[in-house]
Nanobody, 124 residues
C-alpha cells in the first residue's frame, strides 16, 4: 500500500506560478513511475505530466508543455510539479499517482495509487 499526500495548491493570478509537492510512503519509491493528473469541474480527469523512475524520462500533456515541469527526489520520496505561466484553464484539482509497472502512461486506469488532490485556482 502506498499513501500519497499532495500540497502546494492555492489561488494565483494568471501568469503566476505554483509548485505542487507529493509525498509518498513506502521504501520502494524509486521504483515507481509517478504521474500528475487534474480534474476540472464537470470534466474528466486528465493526464498532466509523468516521470519515470530514473528521472531521465518525462512526459507532458500538450496543454502544459513548456509551462510545467515534473521532477522527483527519490531520497525524499517526493515528486514535484512546477507550474509557470498559469492560465485560468489550468484551474482544477491536481492529483499525484503511482504506477508500479514500467513506463509513463497517460491513462488514469494505468495508475495504482492516488492522493487526495490539491486545488489549484487561477484567476483571470
Amino acid at each position: 500500500q502506498v499513501q500519497l499526500v499532495e500540497s502546494g495548491g492555492g489561488l494565483v493570478q494568471a501568469g503566476g506560478s505554483l509548485r505542487l509537492s507529493c509525498a509518498a510512503s513506502g521504501r520502494t519509491f524509486s521504483s515507481y513511475v509517478m504521474g500528475w493528473f487534474r480534474q476540472a469541474p464537470g470534466k474528466e480527469r486528465e493526464f498532466v505530466a509523468g516521470i519515470d523512475r530514473s528521472d531521465a524520462s518525462a512526459m507532458y500533456a500538450d496543454s502544459v508543455k513548456g509551462r510545467f515541469t515534473v521532477s522527483r527526489e527519490n531520497a525524499r520520496n517526493m515528486v514535484f510539479l512546477q507550474m509557470n505561466n498559469l492560465k485560468p484553464e489550468d484551474t482544477a484539482v491536481y492529483y499525484c499517482a503511482v504506477r508500479v509497472f514500467l513506463g509513463v502512461r497517460q491513462v488514469d486506469d494505468d495508475y495504482d495509487y492516488w492522493g487526495q488532490g490539491t486545488q489549484v485556482t487561477v484567476s483571470s
